[in-house]
């Protein structure tokens, strides 16, 4: 498992990764992973997640951009002190990946700021960092 954390204007992003070997097929060059991301908002300000833009990088250096409207169908809005968890999958074709980016956010004042997700492995083995 591979965690991640990260704070932008007292929004907190936790994530965990895991392979999923059930709904992988290595020998198909098929690594299936599952993230666990909990947003926390530790600000003063009531935020909404408007969209988010991820970069998946593969250990052959193969990069994808995604971009969409909110998480799992939702556009969160968040009082402070309110969380929002949810889990999604990254299917990569190589057993070892990272993927990184940012929330589209904007307060009720109608400011927008990026809230960054950390990097963090996809791996099919335990990765130890020394």
Known sequence: MSTSTATTRGVLVEVESEYVEERSDPEQNRYFFAYHIRITNKSDETVKLISRHWTI??????????????????????????????????????????????????????????????????????????
């Open 57 to 130: 990088t593969n250990s052959d250096g193969a990069s994808e951009e995604v971009q969409g409207p909110g998480v799992v169908g939702e556009q969160p809005r968040l009082d402070p002190g309110e969380s929002f968890e949810y889990t999604s999958f990254c299917p990569l074709t190589t057993p070892v990946g990272v993927m990184q980016g940012t929330y589209q956010m904007v307060t009720d004042d109608e400011e927008s700021f990026d809230a960054v997700i950390a990097p963090f492995t996809l791996s099919k083995e335990e990765v130890v960092y020394h």
